[in-house]
């Protein structure tokens, strides 16, 4: 099998002839070792698929995950640039700034005054209305947050990491995609505080906001899958039981998390979604959505999965990508730790089929390459 193959038949919960392998990366691990240059990476859709192109091949990953959007042309234009202790620092006219890190992802902070939406005054019908001008607006979409409702209005600077990956590929290596949830979106634009109590304040008005968010989910994840993309990962990482309820997932993230799943599974692709810390109180919620698979499951402490009592709930209805512990194993183990860890979450999960090893989250960026490797080398010496 090519690993294409061997993930898309994991996807379909089958049993490909190894174990597929393929982790999502910290965008320090990836600078860390792969010497792209940060600014590039940031700006540049070439710079940023050869970063995860160097990954996969030094890991021999069986498919890549483009976490964010092809870069837009010229998004920092304007700004004035200065070098700070991070790394860089790219300030615009407006006054926020947006601080490209050595070993992190790029971060925004916002001009003094600077004030989230209100959820009282926000129009569900524009959200980002005149709440996010200049360099607000171009970070949403640097990181994935926007209002394209057809798939004919997403630039064409968005594909271009995806365009690169395929030709460099060749079909070979699974593409997945990546859209924010309906949920993160929302949270995005009203920020953290105001959305949390939103949900309690104005939860018409909240869903009235998911309804909006949920088409903005579904046309970039569409058009992925259109441009070549296998899978689509849903950014859902806000909806935990460190966050929200069970009761609260049901109301405001089931509906949406499901219209987006059925329009990709409409397209042909496969979707998995991508839920950190404590979710062992939500599996069910969370296939009820009608997803494909699920990520993370976090075991403890970081979150609260065990991985045979994830496998044994899910049998047969979603499969399972994760979770061993990017932090307490990869991170802070020998080689040996990492190789007895590994094993057990293989053993556990891949003898029923669906099944793709990864960590539970990013790999962290100071993770050891040889622990990321040993992981690699035991998850395809599974003999089933």
């Known amino acids: 099998m090519t690993p294409r193959e061997r993930v898309r038949v994991a996807m379909a919960l089958g049993k490909p002839d190894v174990v597929p392998v393929q982790c999502q990366m910290a965008t320090g691990h990836i600078l860390l070792n792969t010497g792209i240059d940060p600014v590039a990476e940031a700006t540049d859709s070439v710079a940023f698929a050869e970063s995860l192109l160097q990954m996969r091949d030094q890991y021999d990953f069986d498919g890549i995950l483009i976490h964010k959007p092809g870069r837009e042309p010229g998004w920092l234009d304007g700004c004035r640039r200065q070098e700070c202790a991070e790394g860089w620092e790219f300030v615009a006219p407006e006054g926020g700034v947006v601080r490209v890190q050595r070993e992190e992802d790029p971060v925004l902070i916002p001009a003094p005054g600077f004030q989230w939406p209100d959820v009282e005054t926000i129009d569900p019908a524009d959200p980002f209305g ?51 949830a309906p949920f ?22 909240i869903h009235a906001l998911f309804a909006w968010a949920t088409q903005s989910s579904i046309t970039w994840a569409v058009a992925q899958i259109r441009r070549g993309c296998d899978a689509i990962k849903v950014s859902s990482p806000w909806v935990g039981a460190g966050f929200i309820s069970r009761e609260h997932y049901r109301e405001f993230v089931v509906p949406y998390e499901r219209a987006l799943a059925d329009a990709v599974r409409a397209e042909g692709g496969f979707i998995y979604t991508h839920t950190c810390g404590r979710i062992g109180d939500r599996l069910e919620d969370m296939m009820a959505t009608n997803t494909n698979g699920l990520e993370c499951l976090d075991p403890p402490p970081l979150g609260d999965v065990e991985i045979e009592d994830a496998v044994e709930r899910t049998r047969g209805r979603v499969f399972i990508k994760g979770n061993v512990d990017s932090v307490h194993t990869l991170l802070h183990k020998d080689r040996d730790g990492v190789a007895n860890d590994v094993r057990r979450v293989v053993n556990a999960a891949a003898p029923g089929g669906g099944f793709i090893c990864s960590t539970a989250c990013s790999i962290a960026p100071h993770v050891p390459p040889d622990n990321v490797k040993t992981m690699v080398e035991v998850a395809r010496g599974y003999a089933g």
Do not use: Q
């Not at 005149?130 to 640097?142: A, D, L, N, S, V």
């Not at 947050?145 to 699974?174: M, Q």
């Not at 929302?186 to 304040?201: I, K, P, Q, R, Y």
């Open 184 to 205: 993160d979106h929302v949270l995005n634009l009203l920020g953290t505080e105001n959305m949390m109590v939103a949900l309690f304040t104005h939860p018409e008005k």
């Open 130 to 180: 005149e709440h996010f001008p200049g360099i607000y607006r171009r970070w949403h979409h640097f990181k994935g947050t926007h209002g394209f409702h057809r798939v004919e209005d997403i630039p064409e600077s968005w594909y271009g990491c995806i365009n690169y990956l395929a030709d460099k590929t060749k079909g070979r290596i699974s593409l997945h995609g990546e859209t924010r």
